[in-house]
């Protein structure tokens, strides 16, 4: 069949929420904008999830999977994912669900006149403390970035393949997607989003994680950023 957009889903430990995310993928499917397949990518999950993905996709055509031999994180799941997938556009969802994939359609509106469209989570249902670190962490890294991103850590985004495949991956680099587009002079767009609260599992980030590493990782792109090769041919021969 002729995708049209990937949807990679990164997921470790997440059997808690496996069935009820199945059901809404599916319903999402059916109702898209465009042609759209799933991309699971299991960061070598301890629980039953793997066992879970099998039986998903092999219950469903339009579902596939990734499993790596050793966990290595979210940036990892998302550059295999980028590596990986074949159609002109990739979105990306978490598996807790607390964004919806209804939402990309709010995403895949604008995304013929963008290079990347980014969910901003309104009416957060997280904890104080959840919410207070991620606005910490999100000014920290408008001020290295200058980028303007509201949301940075919303997990729900819409990107040309194209600009995905030439970003420069690296630990902890999830963060900076939009960034790393604006690195490659292209364009993009906020759109709200809904955001729930998550109904099973644990999140996989405490507060040293959400302040700590943020901060340590916006030293990372500033040096990605002086070391970017940029250039543009006037003319050629052939």
Known sequence: MDYTFTIIVPVFNEEANLIRLEKELIMYLNNTLVKTKVLFVNDCSTDNSQSMIESICHTNVAFDYLLFSENKGL???????????????????????????????LLLEHIED???????????QDSLIKKLSS?????????????????TGCPLKVIRTDYAKRIPMFKGLHRFLP????????????????HFPRLAGTSKFGLSKRLLSPLTDC???LWMKRKTIDYT??????
């Open 135 to 151: 606005k910490i962490a999100n000014r920290i890294r408008r001020v290295f970035t200058n980028d303007g991103m509201q949301d």
């Open 179 to 194: 960034a790393m587009i604006l690195l490659q002079k292209g364009t993009v767009k906020q759109v709200p989003v809904n």
């Open 219 to 221: 030293f990372a792109y």
């Open 75 to 105: 940036s990892a799941a998302l550059k295999a994912g980028f590596d990986h997938i074949d159609t002109p556009l990739i979105g990306y969802i978490d598996a807790d669900l607390q964004t919806s994939p209804d939402d990309f359609n």
């Open 114 to 124: 963008y290079d990347l469209v980014t969910g901003v989570r309104v009416d957060r």
């Open 233 to 238: 041919i006037k003319k050629k021969s052939f």
